[in-house]
């Protein structure tokens, strides 16, 4: 049963590029959430995506965008990046509705995200 | 509005000896609460989650959390420290499936 998995592992980019990280989540779930980790920091909140639809969003700005495919996967986009996007990028999948699963999120490995 | 403190950002043992990780809670409802750790240059695993099915919550390698209502806590505990335990423990709380993260605690095993 395969985890939920992410790519590139490792990216650099320079300030006022764009970047797209992919995220496939675990097999059976159908929601992908997307979290920013800052060095030495606790994860935060991007934005949740379920039915290809965004259902909620932490707070970050609109340069932060993201996509939800038909096969649950997802996408997420950062323009014009600034030095602070500088981060690990997680993905986590779960499965919505699941009475009981208390939102139980599964995370991938993560991409770090090097903006210079 | 829920959140999570964790109240040592690092913590070291000895091996073999006891582990505590604090965490303190805040809720206007009775919470969904998680422990997940973290160790270097890896992702996210849970350890353990509070269903309201009971108190005392056993998670994977050998830890185990307690919630306390009237003390708003979740604290993680392990009788025996070992040197793969070395790692950062995060408190979680979940809020609409969103998940809500302490700042973290660095736990360091010294042999």
């Known amino acids: 049963d395969a985890g939920v998995t992410q790519s590139p592992t490792h990216l650099i980019k320079t300030r006022g590029q764009q970047v797209t990280l992919r995220c496939s989540p675990k097999s059976g779930h159908d929601t992908v959430s997307w979290y920013q980790q800052a060095l030495g920091q606790g994860p935060q909140f991007i934005f949740q995506y379920y039915e290809e639809e965004e259902r909620q969003r932490g707070n970050f700005p609109d340069r932060f965008s993201g996509h939800q495919f038909p096969n649950y996967s997802s996408e997420l986009n950062v323009n014009a990046l600034l030095l602070g996007d500088s981060a690990l990028y997680l993905c986590?999948?779960?499965?919505?509705?699941?009475?009981?699963?208390?939102?139980?999120?599964?995370f991938g490995p993560g991409t770090r995200l090097t903006v210079t | 509005a829920q959140s999570v403190t964790q109240l040592d950002s690092h913590v070291s043992v000895s091996e073999g000896t006891p582990v505590l990780l604090r965490c303190n809670y805040s809720?206007?409802?009775?919470?969904?609460l998680f422990w997940y750790v973290q160790h270097p240059n890896k992702g996210l695993q849970l350890l353990l989650k509070?269903?309201?099915?009971?108190?005392l919550v056993k998670g994977i390698n050998g830890f185990e959390a307690e919630f306390k209502k009237s003390e708003t806590s979740f604290h993680l505990t392990k009788p025996s420290a070992h040197m793969s335990d070395a790692a950062e423990y995060f408190c979680?709380?979940?809020?609409?499936?969103?998940?809500?993260f302490g700042q973290g605690t660095e736990l360091s095993v010294k042999p």
């Open positions: 809720s206007s409802y009775s919470p969904s």
């Open positions: 986590a999948s779960s499965l919505m509705g699941q009475v009981g699963a208390y939102y139980e999120q599964y």
């Open positions: 509070y269903t309201s099915a009971a108190t």
């Open positions: 979680v709380v979940s809020r609409r499936g969103k998940l809500i």
